[in-house]
C-alpha cells in the first residue's frame, strides 16, 4: 500500500468563530467548511501555548513548551528534539517547510541555518516573517541560505511555491508544512493588510460577542482581518484543486489547524497570550485517508495532539518523547478514553496556567515570576468561567464562594494536569471570597 502524502496547512492567529461552523455569516471559510464536514473537524481545539514560536515547538515535537524549551518567542528549538520532519524522514518521506518558522536562535531576520531547520530536506522559509516581509513583499531563503522574493500578496505567493512542490514530488511520499504568517497583524504597521480590495467588503459587518462587548482594536481591525482569512480559505481550495488535478488527492491527508486565536487588545494590551477562548481556541480539521467521515469531533483536542495524529495516520511509530495523544484509536471506535481537560501554558504577559474542560475555564497566574522562568512554585487564582452560560468569558466568576467547590475540584485538575506535562506540583493560592451570587446550576451542568 503506497504511504499516504501528509499536508500540513497551518495558519497564524486565527480565531475558531472564523468558520461558518461556529455561527459566522460572512461566508469567509467554505473550503474549510466543507473538508470538515466531509472529513474529521475538531471542534474543540486549543493551542497549548497562545504565542507564535512556542507553539509552533509544540506543533512540531508534539511536547508541551516546557518540555521543548522554547517558553518564550525567540528561543530556538533544541536540534536533539525529535520533530514531525525527523519522523517521516526515517520513514523516507520528502519533507518540506514554506512559510514562517519562529524556531531559531539567530534573531529576527536573515536565513536560519541548516541545523535549526528541525529535519526538513526542502525549506523555503524565514524565521519570523513578519519582520522579514510585507504582504506584497513575500521574502523567504532557500535551502542554501539564498534570499528569495516571490511575487504576488504572501499568502498566494506562498501557495504557488506549494504547489509547485507538490508537483514536483507527487511520484514520492512527502510531507510538506505550509505555515503562513495570515491572518497575523503586521507588526510594522500594527494592522491587518488584507489583499487590495479584500477588506471594503467586511467594513461594519458581524463582530464576535466578545469584541463588540469588550472593544479593543476590532472595528479597526477586523475587516482586513476577514480579509485575509477569506483568501486564506482560496489558498486552501487551491492546495485542494492541485491535489485533485495531479490524481493524488485520495492519497493525502491534509491537516488544517492555527497557532493560536487573536483577542484585538481585549484581554491585555495585544492580540494573545491569554487564558482565553479568543486567544487559545482555533479551527482544526482533517481530511483524506483514516479521516473520512469522522464528523463533528467533541474531544478537547490541543495543538501537542496534532503531531502524533499525523504520525499514527500515516502508520508510522509514535515516538516515546511525545506527550500528546493521537486521535486516530477514536475515531476507529478502538479508545473512547481522552483527557477530561486541555491545558494551557502561557507565558511572555505573566506566567499562567489554565485548564479549559467542556464546561469550565480555571486559569493562575504566578505573581513574581518573569516570563523567561517559563513555570513557577506559587501561582494565584485569576479567572474562572462557566463557558456553557457564558461561551465568550465576559463574567470572572473566581472567588464566589457558592462556586468555591467547583473551583477546588478544577485546581487539583490542573495541578494533575501539570504533573503530566512535567511540571512540579505547585502552591496555588485561592482567591479572596467574593458574596455568592444567584446562581443556579443543574446536576448535569454541575459536571467538570
Same mark, same amino acid.
Given at each position: 500500500?503506497?504511504?499516504?502524502?501528509?499536508?500540513?496547512?497551518?495558519?497564524?492567529?486565527?480565531?475558531?468563530?472564523?468558520?461558518?461552523?461556529?455561527?459566522?455569516?460572512?461566508?469567509?471559510?467554505?473550503?474549510?467548511?466543507?473538508?470538515?464536514?466531509?472529513?474529521?473537524?475538531?471542534?474543540?481545539?486549543?493551542?497549548?501555548?497562545?504565542?507564535?514560536?512556542?507553539?509552533?515547538?509544540?506543533?512540531?515535537?508534539?511536547?508541551?513548551?516546557?518540555? @521543548?524549551?522554547?517558553?518564550?518567542?525567540?528561543?530556538?528549538?533544541?536540534?536533539?528534539?525529535?520533530?514531525?520532519?525527523?519522523?517521516?524522514?526515517?520513514?523516507?518521506?520528502? @519533507?518540506?517547510?514554506?512559510?514562517?518558522?519562529?524556531?531559531?536562535?539567530?534573531?529576527?531576520?536573515?536565513?536560519?541555518?541548516?541545523?535549526?531547520?528541525?529535519?526538513?530536506?526542502?525549506?523555503?522559509?524565514?524565521?519570523?516573517?513578519?519582520?522579514?516581509?510585507?504582504?506584497?513583499?513575500?521574502?523567504?531563503?532557500?535551502?542554501?541560505?539564498?534570499?528569495?522574493?516571490?511575487?504576488?500578496?504572501?499568502?498566494?505567493?506562498?501557495?504557488?511555491?506549494?504547489?509547485?512542490?507538490?508537483?514536483?514530488?507527487?511520484?514520492?511520499?512527502?510531507?510538506?508544512?505550509?505555515?503562513?504568517?495570515?491572518?497575523?497583524?503586521?507588526?510594522?504597521?500594527?494592522?491587518?493588510?488584507?489583499?487590495?480590495?479584500?477588506?471594503?467588503?467586511?467594513?461594519?459587518?458581524?463582530?464576535?460577542?466578545?469584541?463588540?462587548?469588550?472593544?479593543?482594536?476590532?472595528?479597526?481591525?477586523?475587516?482586513?482581518?476577514?480579509?485575509?482569512?477569506?483568501?486564506?480559505?482560496? !489558498?486552501?481550495?487551491?492546495?485542494?484543486?492541485?491535489?485533485?488535478?495531479?490524481?493524488?488527492?485520495?492519497?493525502?491527508?491534509?491537516?488544517?489547524?492555527?497557532?493560536?486565536?487573536?483577542?484585538?487588545?481585549?484581554?491585555?494590551?495585544?492580540?494573545?497570550?491569554?487564558?482565553?477562548?479568543?486567544?487559545?481556541?482555533?479551527?482544526?480539521?482533517?481530511?483524506?485517508?483514516?479521516?473520512?467521515?469522522?464528523?463533528?469531533?467533541?474531544?478537547?483536542?490541543?495543538?501537542?495532539?496534532?503531531?502524533?495524529?499525523?504520525?499514527?495516520?500515516?502508520?508510522?511509530?509514535?515516538?516515546?518523547?511525545?506527550?500528546?495523544?493521537?486521535?486516530?484509536?477514536?475515531?476507529?471506535?478502538?479508545?473512547?478514553?481522552?483527557?477530561?481537560?486541555?491545558?494551557?501554558?502561557?507565558?511572555?504577559?505573566?506566567?499562567?496556567?489554565?485548564?479549559?474542560?467542556?464546561?469550565?475555564?480555571? !486559569?493562575?497566574? !504566578?505573581?513574581?515570576?518573569?516570563?523567561?522562568?517559563?513555570?513557577?512554585?506559587?501561582?494565584?487564582?485569576?479567572?474562572?468561567?462557566?463557558?456553557?452560560?457564558?461561551?465568550?468569558?465576559?463574567?470572572?466568576?473566581?472567588?464566589?464562594?457558592?462556586?468555591?467547590?467547583?473551583?477546588?475540584?478544577?485546581?487539583?485538575?490542573?495541578?494533575?494536569?501539570?504533573?503530566?506535562?512535567?511540571?512540579? !506540583?505547585?502552591?496555588?493560592?485561592?482567591?479572596?471570597?467574593?458574596?455568592?451570587?444567584?446562581?443556579?446550576?443543574?446536576?448535569?451542568?454541575?459536571?467538570?
Amino acid at each position: 500500500m503506497k504511504k499516504p502524502n501528509v499536508i500540513l496547512f497551518f495558519t497564524d492567529q486565527q480565531r475558531w468563530d472564523t468558520s461558518s461552523l461556529f455561527g459566522n455569516p460572512l461566508n469567509l471559510t467554505p473550503n474549510y467548511d466543507r473538508l470538515a464536514q466531509e472529513g474529521t473537524h475538531m471542534a474543540n481545539c486549543t493551542t497549548c501555548q497562545p504565542v507564535c514560536g512556542p507553539a509552533r515547538s509544540c506543533l512540531q515535537t508534539g511536547q508541551y513548551a516546557t518540555e @521543548t524549551g522554547c517558553v518564550t518567542n525567540g528561543i530556538k528549538l533544541s536540534e536533539n528534539a525529535t520533530t514531525l520532519a525527523d519522523v517521516f524522514n526515517k520513514a523516507d518521506y520528502e @519533507t518540506g517547510y514554506i512559510g514562517k518558522w519562529h524556531l531559531a536562535s539567530h534573531g529576527i531576520k536573515g536565513a536560519v541555518p541548516k541545523n535549526e531547520r528541525g529535519g526538513y530536506k526542502y525549506w523555503l522559509a524565514a524565521n519570523v516573517l513578519e519582520h522579514e516581509s510585507d504582504s506584497y513583499d513575500c521574502i523567504l531563503y532557500n535551502n542554501n541560505n539564498e534570499k528569495i522574493k516571490l511575487p504576488g500578496y504572501r499568502s498566494d505567493a506562498m501557495t504557488d511555491a506549494a504547489i509547485r512542490y507538490i508537483d514536483q514530488q507527487k511520484e514520492n511520499p512527502f510531507l510538506l508544512c505550509l505555515s503562513y504568517l495570515e491572518p497575523h497583524h503586521q507588526n510594522s504597521i500594527d494592522d491587518y493588510p488584507a489583499p487590495v480590495g479584500f477588506r471594503e467588503p467586511y467594513n461594519n459587518r458581524w463582530t464576535p460577542p466578545d469584541l463588540a462587548a469588550l472593544g479593543g482594536s476590532s472595528q479597526r481591525q477586523l475587516p482586513g482581518y476577514y480579509g485575509m482569512v477569506k483568501r486564506l480559505d482560496e !489558498a486552501l481550495g487551491r492546495i485542494y484543486d492541485s491535489l485533485k488535478s495531479l490524481n493524488i488527492l485520495d492519497n493525502t491527508i491534509l491537516a488544517f489547524i492555527s497557532d493560536h486565536g487573536c483577542h484585538f487588545k481585549t484581554r491585555n494590551a495585544e492580540y494573545k497570550r491569554s487564558c482565553h477562548e479568543s486567544s487559545i481556541r482555533v479551527p482544526c480539521m482533517f481530511s483524506g485517508p483514516g479521516f473520512e467521515s469522522g464528523g463533528r469531533r467533541k474531544e478537547l483536542f490541543s495543538i501537542v495532539d496534532l503531531m502524533p495524529t499525523l504520525i499514527d495516520a500515516a502508520g508510522l511509530e509514535i515516538p516515546n518523547s511525545v506527550q500528546g495523544s493521537s486521535i486516530m484509536p477514536n475515531l476507529n471506535h478502538a479508545c473512547k478514553d481522552w483527557r477530561k481537560e486541555a491545558l494551557i501554558q502561557i507565558s511572555e504577559s505573566h506566567v499562567g496556567r489554565s485548564i479549559r474542560t467542556h464546561k469550565w475555564k480555571y !486559569a493562575v497566574k !504566578a505573581p513574581n515570576s518573569k516570563a523567561v522562568d517559563g513555570c513557577s512554585k506559587e501561582y494565584e487564582e485569576s479567572f474562572l468561567y462557566d463557558l456553557e452560560a457564558d461561551p465568550y468569558e465576559l463574567e470572572n466568576l473566581i472567588g464566589i464562594e457558592s462556586l468555591s467547590e467547583i473551583t477546588d475540584k478544577l485546581k487539583a485538575r490542573l495541578i494533575q494536569a501539570m504533573i503530566r506535562a512535567g511540571e512540579e !506540583a505547585p502552591n496555588i493560592v485561592s482567591a479572596n471570597k467574593r458574596p455568592s451570587k444567584q446562581y443556579e446550576m443543574s446536576p448535569e451542568l454541575g459536571e467538570l
